[in-house]
């Protein structure tokens, strides 16, 4: 073939596409190691610290405006470094809480190898004027989440850590009743007791503390009308953008994180948790929830 400048050699239409393909396949292969990169390395540890009101019917004009922090599923154990949770308290104490609550899965554990660890982690955080309260999480019973003496031994090393743990009952909190819901998936779970908790709670400025948000749909909650902070979820750990995510530890797949209003004029919010079982998050930050108490006016 003869080559001019009127007459240049041209690449073959097969070169150019296999050209085309290596290069958007090393795009692709670039792309994803990044995704999963950053999964990995960034988003596990990258905290959100989310500030909202909480409304609450009757709550005593002395607590007006007063703060009080929710942390969850710490999961203190081999996979989550110990570091990382350190400065997550220090972070907490930092927002200046008046009360901290902890709504489960404190550890990850087979029994009780964890809860040297807990204790040292809550010793040496600075305790809010009016104290720190949790409810067990399912992690927290051990094996197969059944180990009740696990939960027992985690409830005592977890009161020399200043940390009043709530199961089955009620705490009055300057006026303020914070209800604790033992775990749902452990054998010491008693909707007899539960019933009996919210009932008495409708009547008074309450909060409910309850790790597993399915319990939300069960028959349990006796006219109580106002919040429910639950964890559990961890907001999936990866969230695809625009769609729900793939794995939730819950039979209502509608529970994943935030804000979700629900019948009888309940309100829940699931705070996406500190902690992982798996080293992977994406597009679902741990988080740290900043809530400002405030009254809810009267309807």
Known sequence: MLVSPDNPPRRSTNSSRRAFLK?????????????????????????????????????PSSL?????????DLHVGELVDFDY????????????????VVTGDFMSCHTTEQVDQVERLFAAFKQPP?????????????????????????ESRLTNGGVRLLRNVAQDVAGLQLVGVEDSWSPRFDGDATRALTAAAAEKASLVLCHNPDVCDWDVWSGYRGWI?????????????????????????????????????????????????????????PEITLFRLVSEPAT
Do not use: M
């Open 23 to 59: 290069q958007a396949g090393l795009g692709t292969v670039a792309g994803g190691l990044a995704t999963l990169g950053y999964a990995y390395s960034i988003e596990p540890h990258w905290v959100e610290v989310v500030r909202r009101d909480l409304p609450i019917a009757g709550l």
């Open 64 to 72: 007006d405006g007063r703060r009080l922090v929710q942390i969850s």
């Open 85 to 100: 949770l350190s400065q997550c308290l220090a972070s907490t104490s930092a927002l200046h809480p008046d009360i901290v």
């Open 130 to 154: 009016l104290g720190v309260f949790g409810i067990t999480g399912n992690h927290d019973f051990g094996h197969r989440w059944r180990d009740v003496r696990t939960a027992d031994v985690l």
């Open 229 to 285: 902070l639950s964890g559990h979820t961890h907001g999936g750990q990866c969230k695809p953008p625009f769609l729900p995510p793939p794995l939730l530890p819950v039979k209502n797949k509608r529970y994943t994180a935030g804000e979700f209003a629900l019948d009888g004029g309940r309100k829940l919010y699931i705070n996406r948790g500190l902690g992982y079982i798996k080293r992977v998050r994406f597009n679902a930050r």
